[in-house]
């Protein structure tokens, strides 16, 4: 004979149900952590914006910080410009971000992985920031902002004076936008590396005056960055590439 349990305790484990589903899961990321080479520091940039796009705690932020300054102190000048721009759309502040944004532009991106960068119009920070968090979001498998970019007349035009650097132009990111629409989707180092040269040169774009950098920040005067701060800026404290059972080392076999 089958008894009925009361509505009530159905409703409560439905309820309880639906609160365990929408809780988020805290992916382990120590295996991948534990398999990067600072002979990739490619592979350090691409995780932390993994993470950083998946992260439900201020210690998975932290993380994904840690891997952009990484990538940007192992390749300053390949990756240094993006890992900048990278930590700024992490920074804890306004002003954080700004000192950030300035220190992406003071990278000059002319040797390196990033590459030559030709001259283009120059653009306002706001624009500059949002195509970064546009083609962000694309490589992490979120593709609202990249589809507005490209849907609007402005955005095209813009990401048109672009189109001989990005492999396959314009086209090619409009196409894969669809195609990996709530999924990550599969771009070689090559592709990633062409974004990467159109959001560091959208920032640098006819060498930026400070006034543009801090187009977000209103008229508040940045504090002066001293080159030779800029490597502890991207990452404070000691360089150590390496994860072994849950903590940061110099050497692998430590």
Do not use: C
């Not at 993470?51 to 910080?65: F, H, K, M, N, Y």
């Not at 940007?72 to 900048?84: K, M, P, Q, T, V």
């Not at 195509?131 to 490209?150: M, Y």
């Not at 543009?212 to 080159?227: A, F, N, R, T, Y």
């Amino acid at each position: 004979m089958m008894h009925r349990l009361p509505l009530g305790i159905l409703l409560a484990l439905a309820t309880s149900m639906l609160l365990a589903a929408a809780m988020p899961v805290e992916v382990d990321w120590e295996p991948r952590l534990e398999g990067l080479d600072p002979r990739r520091p490619m592979a350090y940039f691409e995780l932390g914006e993994e993470i950083a796009d998946a992260a439900t705690s201020p210690e998975s932020r932290e993380l994904a910080r840690r891997l952009f300054g990484i990538a940007g102190r192992i390749d300053r000048e390949g990756l240094g410009a993006s890992a900048a721009l990278a930590l700024a759309a992490l920074a804890p502040d306004r002003r954080t971000a700004a000192r950030l944004r300035a220190v992406a532009a003071m990278q000059d991106g002319r040797r390196g992985s990033v590459g030559a960068l030709p001259e283009r119009p120059r653009v306002d920070a706001t624009t500059a920031i949002g195509v970064s968090e546009a083609f962000g979001g694309f490589r992490t498998g979120r593709t609202s902002k990249l589809r507005v970019l490209l849907e609007d007349p402005e955005g095209l035009r813009l990401l048109e004076r672009w189109d001989e650097t990005l492999p396959g132009g314009v086209a090619w990111l409009t196409e894969r936008s669809r195609r990996s629409a709530r999924s990550r989707p599969d771009l070689s180092e090559s592709e990633v590396l062409a974004m990467l040269r159109v959001e560091v040169g959208l920032l640098q774009a006819q060498a930026p005056t400070w006034s543009s950098v801090l187009d977000l920040d209103g008229d508040e005067p940045l504090l002066e960055i001293p080159v030779e701060n800029i490597d502890e800026m991207i990452l404070d404290g000691e360089l150590l590439p390496y994860r072994r059972n849950g903590r940061w080392v110099a050497t692998p076999g430590e």
